[in-house]
Every structure is written in structure tokens, then in C-alpha cells.
């Protein structure tokens, strides 16, 4: 399954709603202001260095771009995705669920 | 669909149709079970998960009469008639909101968190609203 996040973390629970609910061989895509919480030093971020070690976290890099953010200032293991990686990452799960 | 769009006819498929948002102020808890009625019409296996604020759609004894909007509570009853019942209620989001695991406007199945990502995770397609 691969879990998307749309919700910037400083705004809604979201991204913990959606960490609490995977399982083995799922992913998280961070796209639109969602992915303000793959920034190292926030709240998130530490949500985030921890569902790293079972599960692999992307963002999309036009998203972060767009907001300024630099790929420095990622979470350490956090993966950049363009708009193709975000199809290839579709195709090689089962599924998508989108937390809105 | 035809079968040239790569889709084999009869095929069933499973839905799950997740529910994340309290009724009455968004449109999402309507929408959704609008088209968890029109899935009905085309045979697939349904399943409905409730949870985070979406718990307060299933609740019995929704009165919106004082907000002016439609009681819609009633049509959830109208599922079991199109065979639509595995219905789920994750057991976490009710204690977060201080709610009990019964009172509800339906049959439902009070489930774990861990059990709503394992079926979340048997799906062919996820459904979000």
C-alpha cells in the first residue's frame, strides 16, 4: 500500500493518523503542504526518523520546491520524488490510500 | 468498461470506502455514502471503515434538524438491503473521543487499529473521504 498525505503536520494530524495505520511493505508520499513535516528538527521530523526504519518516506520535490525548502533540510532517509517517481511509486504497490 | 480498457468483465474487486471526517460540517460523510450506494450496483466487495473523526457519522441519534440539514443517518440502514455490511468502527478513534463501543445506527464491527491497517491493507482499491 502506498499511503499519501496531503495535510501539512503543523495543521492537522493527519500524518500520525496515517503512520498509525501501515503495514509491512507500505510507503508514504508527502505531496502538497504535507510535506512541510519532512523538515529535520520538527515534531514530525521525529515521527518521521522512526517510521523510517520499517518504511520507506518520499516527498514531492515540486511540492518542497514551492514551499523553499531546501532538499538540506530533509529528515535523513527521507527519498525526493518528481512527478514520475510519484507514478513509479503507484505502480509498484497494490494500492493507494489517500489521507485527506 | 470493455473489455479492450484491459479490464476483465465480473471481475470483484475489493472496496474499502474510509471514512475520516465528523458528518454535517463538510460534504464528505454524504458523498461518501452516495457512492458506497451506486458501488452496490455493480456487485463489488464492499467494506466501510469509520475512524479518527469519522466515528461520529454511525453514531445513533444524529439530530442536524437544528442546522437545517438532512438527517442522512437513516440511509446508512438502507445498506444491509444491498448487501453491503461489513461495516467498521476502529476502537481507538471511539476511546480518543470518549465514546462507547456501542450506540450505534447500525450493525457494526468494533475493530483495533492494528486490525483497521490489516484491512486497510487486504484492499484492491481505497476509497478516501
Not at chain 2, 15 to 39: C, D, H, Q
Not at chain 2, 100 to 129: H, K, N, T, Y
Request: net charge negative.
Amino acid at each position: 500500500m502506498l499511503h499519501t498525505v496531503n495535510k501539512s503536520p503543523f495543521a492537522s494530524p493527519t500524518l500520525t493518523q496515517c503512520v498509525g495505520h501501515l503495514t509491512d511493505g507500505a510507503a508514504v508520499l508527502l505531496i502538497e503542504d504535507a510535506v512541510v513535516g519532512a523538515t529535520e528538527g520538527t515534531a514530525s521530523g521525529a515521527l518521521l526518523a522512526k517510521c523510517l526504519k520499517t518504511h520507506p518516506v518520499y516527498v514531492l520535490r515540486p511540492d518542497l520546491m514551492a514551499r523553499g525548502i531546501g532538499e538540506g533540510r530533509l529528515v535523513k532517509g527521507v527519498q525526493c520524488v518528481d512527478y514520475a517517481g510519484f507514478v513509479t511509486l503507484v505502480t509498484e504497490h497494490d494500492a493507494v490510500q489517500s489521507w485527506l | 468498461m470493455s473489455a479492450e480498457d484491459g479490464d476483465t468483465p465480473g471481475v470483484i474487486k475489493r472496496f474499502l470506502f474510509v471514512n475520516r471526517k465528523a458528518p454535517y460540517g463538510t460534504i464528505y460523510a454524504l458523498e461518501a455514502l452516495e457512492v458506497v450506494l451506486i458501488s452496490a450496483a455493480f456487485d463489488q466487495d464492499v467494506s466501510l471503515a469509520f475512524l479518527d473523526d469519522g466515528v461520529y457519522q454511525v453514531l445513533a441519534g444524529n439530530d442536524p434538524s437544528g442546522i437545517g440539514m438532512k438527517n442522512f443517518s437513516p440511509t446508512y440502514r438502507a445498506l444491509d438491503d444491498y448487501d453491503i455490511t461489513k461495516l467498521y468502527v476502529e476502537r481507538e478513534s471511539l476511546q480518543e473521543r470518549g465514546l462507547p463501543e456501542d450506540g450505534f445506527v447500525v450493525p457494526v464491527s468494533v475493530v483495533s487499529r492494528a486490525e483497521m491497517a490489516a484491512i486497510m491493507s487486504q484492499q484492491d482499491v481505497v476509497l478516501s473521504f
